[in-house]
């Protein structure tokens, strides 16, 4: 695309309580997630948030504005005020791979995204994929190793310690 308003050359850095993970973009595939969530980085929206679900062996979820200190919304329910529409393609969900957190409606995707900690294949072209580690595998593992409990929807996924986001920074690859 020509319009392009950053260089594709950049990556996401993910400052977590853990440590840190690196993301690659996909924008040949995804353009308007990717620049959605770059803005979304931009303006410091995901700075001080939590993953808030965290499922060992399929994936690790943040991007939601009530999991920061003092907000009341329900986890998980937040979003930045609007939608993206869904760029489904062929990229699979792997370990590794990031991709947008969604409901039921496919066009739902605004803030929220998943790590993948395994293979989850069956997610493909259903989830929008934009990205891929390129560093930090170790932090993924320690975060999809911390203990859950059930949460509001009876899932095991709640993590019993808060897992922060201290920020995500977009840089020069």
């Not at 990205?131 to 975060?143: I, N, R, S, Y």
Request: aromatic share 8%.
């Amino acid at each position: 695309m020509s319009n392009e308003k950053a260089s594709p050359n950049e990556v996401a850095v993910i400052k977590t309580s853990y440590g840190e993970m690196t993301v690659s973009f996909w924008p040949d595939v995804a353009p308007k997630t990717v620049e959605n969530f770059k803005k979304l980085a931009r303006e410091g929206f995901y700075d001080g948030t939590a993953f808030h679900r965290i499922i060992k062996g399929f994936m690790v979820q943040g991007g939601c504005p009530n999991t920061r200190e003092g907000e009341t919304g329900m986890p998980g329910t937040g979003g930045p005020g609007w939608k993206v529409k869904a760029e489904f393609n062929e990229k699979s969900h792997v370990r590794g791979v990031i991709s947008m957190a969604r409901s039921a409606h496919p066009d739902s995707a605004g803030s929220q995204f998943f790590i993948c900690d395994g293979d989850a294949k069956f997610l493909d072209r259903q989830y929008t994929a934009f990205g891929e580690l390129t560093a930090g595998d170790d932090v993924l593992k320690q975060l999809a190793n911390v203990p859950t409990k059930s949460g509001g929807g009876g899932e095991k996924s709640t993590p019993i310690e808060r897992v922060g986001v201290e920020s995500i920074k977009i840089v020069a690859a």
